[in-house]
């Protein structure tokens, strides 16, 4: 747990299509190439090759003026009995029902903001899917005025964050959950994206295989081994803070299934830990692009994935 929320705080301190910007409290390249620039390599895939070209809806770039397309729900589980004692409540859902497609998001360890609830709007519109965030932290997000860190109490409820609100062995099963729902209302394919410690979270319930593909974007605690262990394909989007030796490992391997075709991957070398989410500051016309560049990649991964 101390090596993971290391990890964390590394990664924390550190065309037209369009965008959201700023924060608020609620609310091609080819791919698995590591720059516009790299040279590509044998075991690269390009997963855009022979499709046709896809563009998100244009985005809102001042993201407190941001209006969400969706809304917030009620949200009950499946297997009422195994969670009863302390319930999801509520979800952010957004985009058409009927579709036979569905797709989860997990945010970062700061809950629901405005740049990811708009990339689910995006990403539901592009894809004509059913999105879904739950609140796995029952209201309860890190504070993100927190970061940096830089007393020993923020340190403290930093670490007692990861081992209750963050801790994957009790929000997988949340998750599986919502997925034996969906699928029991007429989902024929799911798929699971997630940002930072989410990122995690996905690319691990990947190998339950209950996912027709996942995404993780600018994922933290990243761990090459967990490669081994996949069962759909992947979009991976790691920023300048992560490990890309970790991240080529881990692809070498992900290229090797019989899906690789489908996999996507691109480093973004000019953007920060948290670029696609509640970090992201869209009135930065980088990180305007870059967040615009991601969720056409993400759109057009689930488009295939789940069609």
């Not at 903001?113 to 609140?135: C, H, R, S, W, Y």
């Not at 007692?160 to 729902?181: A, C, H, S, W, Y």
Request: net charge negative; aromatic share 10%; charged share 25%.
């Amino acid at each position: 747990m101390l090596s993971r929320l290391r990890t964390v705080l590394h990664h924390l301190n550190r065309d037209k299509a369009t965008t959201v910007s700023g924060t608020s409290s609620l609310i091609r390249t080819a791919s698995a190439a590591m720059s516009s620039d790299a040279p590509k390599r044998a075991d690269v895939i390009d997963a855009f090759a022979g499709r046709d070209e896809i563009s998100i809806p244009p985005v809102v770039s001042d993201t407190e003026s941001y209006k969400p397309k969706g809304e917030f729900v009620s949200f009950e589980h499946t297997d009422k009995e195994k969670f009863a004692k302390d319930p999801i409540t509520r979800a952010y859902v957004t985009g058409p029902t009927g579709t036979g497609k569905t797709i989860i998001v997990i945010f970062d360890i700061f809950g629901f903001f405005n740049q990811t609830v708009q990339g689910a709007d995006l990403i539901a519109e592009t894809v004509q899917a059913k999105v879904i965030m739950p609140d796995f932290f029952r209201d309860q997000p890190m504070d993100i005025k927190l970061y940096p860190p830089t007393t020993d109490d923020a340190k403290k409820k930093i670490s007692t964050f990861f081992q209750v609100q963050g801790n994957f062995g009790d929000r997988i099963p949340e998750l599986l959950d919502l997925v034996k729902g969906e699928k029991n209302n007429g989902a024929q394919k799911v798929g699971l994206i997630g940002y930072c410690w989410g990122g995690k979270m996905s690319v691990l319930a990947n190998a339950t295989g209950e996912f027709a593909g996942t995404a993780s974007v600018h994922p933290a605690m990243w761990a090459r081994a967990d490669a081994e262990k996949l069962k759909a394909p992947v979009a991976i989007y790691p920023s300048q803070d992560e490990n890309k030796e970790e991240f080529d490992a881990f692809m070498e391997i992900a290229n090797k299934y019989p899906w690789a075709s489908e996999n996507d991957y691109k480093l973004y070398d000019n953007m920060f830990h948290g670029w696609a989410a509640a970090r992201g500051d869209l009135s930065n016309a980088d990180n305007l692009k870059a967040y615009e560049d991601v969720y056409t990649r993400l759109s057009d991964f689930f488009k295939n994935t789940l069609a």
